[in-house]
């Protein structure tokens, strides 16, 4: 066995949550806290091992709900895939040595749109893929039009049927694709198609994330000819087969900024450990203007929220730019400083949910389209409140976190998509949080759910 003993994943598939948190506002947040792998990094790292029959090995996998997904989703199609997550070790190892269909259907899709990432290996590798269109969300229309057009520049012949995309190419052919708009995933996934096509192919336009950087270094390590990831540009000469590998997926930055603006809101004093402080750069500039005290050190960083916060205005960018995934927590430490911050969603429509319940919960918000004036200081109130999508459910543990009373947020599920142990990770560092509810059988849940 990969680790000698294998803990069991938390989720099991015959089950389903219906958990809830229960917050006590107040304490400060007092200690270290030790950031998981990026969720976001080891997503498109599990779809590149599609790009061969050899074994591949990540380390410092998140033990969250879409690995778990993703490993449904590979061992659906024939792969053998270990999830292990020990005290020392969270890995998995993945060979696709006998993929056998490759199809991806609605009900992986559905739950995490990023399946839409073996598009490109599959087509690849394969010659074909089968996967399904993810349909709207809650976070707004979110099309995958720029996967599809890059592959098609890249010979693949695309047909659209029952909603599923099924891709075709006898063996992909390097070309320049420029994208129209920088999107992370479709980056991920016409980067993956590359590394296999006759050729070279020239990508302008791409997403610089440290998570495309990430996946650029393994694809490397598996024998790809790779040059500029992390900038606008990159350059892929096609080779004709690439090798198993071993990677280490980087920290989360969105879990660190997570715990990072717990500690500022608490008015704490925090350490949050494990870390990449090199890809928090837009987030630090913010917290000063705020009034954060933020002390970086080479894997870790030290924040203190002693300071009165000021407001500041927030545009959400593409990286190096404030990430639209940091956008609903920083919407609750806006609503504890002074003044009126305006906070501009420029990457997704539809994505202020989150702002509704903390007006519930007594915050002074008004949106007026990709625009939310948060006008504070205003005092929180404990309420009943529902998560609607995985950050916004983040930042309503934040906004709880400085609540009067109790606040019981309802469909956790969203947080455990993406976020590693949440409420143990922040208990350790003084809060008051208990997950409550119980693990249903699959029937018994949805019966409830259904009112039966
Ligand atoms: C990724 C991240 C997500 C983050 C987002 C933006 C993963 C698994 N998810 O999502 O957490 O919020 O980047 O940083 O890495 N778009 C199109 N056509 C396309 C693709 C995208 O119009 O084919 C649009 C989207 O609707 C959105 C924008 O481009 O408005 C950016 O989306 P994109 O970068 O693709 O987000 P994801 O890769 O899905």
Not at 265 to 278: F, H, K, R, S
Not at 308 to 323: I, R
Not at 413 to 441: M, N, S
Request: charged share 25%; glycine share 10%; net charge neutral.
């Amino acid at each position: 066995m990969l680790l000698g003993a294998y803990a069991k994943l938390h989720y099991n598939p015959n089950q389903l949550a219906m958990d809830k948190f229960v917050i006590r506002g107040g304490n400060p947040l007092l200690g270290t806290v030790r950031v998981s792998g990026a969720k976001n990094a080891a997503l498109p790292a599990m779809a590149a091992a599609l790009l061969t029959e050899e074994q591949v090995i990540l380390e410092n996998i998140p033990q969250v709900r879409d690995i778990e997904t993703e490993r449904k989703l590979l061992a659906a199609m024939g792969a053998e895939v270990e999830l292990g997550f020990g005290r020392a070790h969270h890995r998995t190892t993945i060979s696709c040595g006998s993929i056998r269909n490759p199809e991806v259907g609605y009900d992986l899709v559905k739950t995490m749109r990023a399946s839409s990432l073996v598009l490109g290996p599959l087509v690849a590798r394969f010659g074909r893929a089968r996967v399904s269109l993810p349909g709207g969300c809650a976070i707004g229309a979110r099309p995958i039009d720029l996967h599809i057009k890059g592959l098609e520049r890249l010979g693949a012949r695309i047909t659209q049927e029952h909603g599923y995309i099924e891709a075709r190419a006898d063996r992909l052919k390097g070309e320049e694709i420029v994208f129209d708009k920088i999107t992370v995933t479709g980056t991920e996934d016409l980067l993956m198609a590359a590394t296999l096509a006759e050729g070279e192919t020239l990508m302008l336009n791409c997403a610089r994330e440290p998570e495309v950087q990430d996946l650029a270094e393994l694809l490397i390590k598996m024998g790809a000819k790779i040059e500029g990831a992390g900038t606008a540009t990159i350059r892929i000469q096609g080779v004709t087969r690439l090798h198993g590998a071993k990677h280490k997926i980087i920290p989360d930055r969105i879990e660190a900024a997570t715990f990072i603006i717990a500690g500022a809101i608490t008015g704490g004093d925090l350490n949050v450990t494990a870390c990449e402080p090199q890809h928090l750069d837009a987030l630090f500039q913010k917290l000063q203007e705020v009034g954060v005290k933020i002390v970086p050190g080479p894997d870790s960083v030290r924040v203190m929220g002693d300071n009165p916060l000021q407001a500041a205005d927030v545009n959400t960018e593409e990286y190096p730019g404030f990430p639209t995934d940091m956008q609903a927590q920083y919407m609750a430490l806006a609503t504890q400083a002074e003044g009126a911050s305006i906070i501009t969603e420029n990457i997704f429509e539809n994505r202020f949910m989150h702002a509704l319940e903390m007006v519930r919960m007594g915050a002074n918000i008004k949106i007026e389209g990709r625009r939310a004036v948060v006008r504070g200081r205003t005092a929180l109130s404990g309420a009943a409140v529902l998560a609607s999508d995985l950050r916004a459910s983040a930042s309503l543990v934040l906004a709880a976190l400085v609540a009067d009373d109790e606040t019981i947020i309802d469909r956790v599920y969203h947080i455990d998509r993406g976020y590693e142990h949440i409420e143990e990770k922040l208990k350790g560092v003084g809060a008051q949080i208990r997950r409550i509810g119980e693990i249903f059988p699959k029937k018994k849940a949805m019966a409830k759910a259904a009112g039966r």
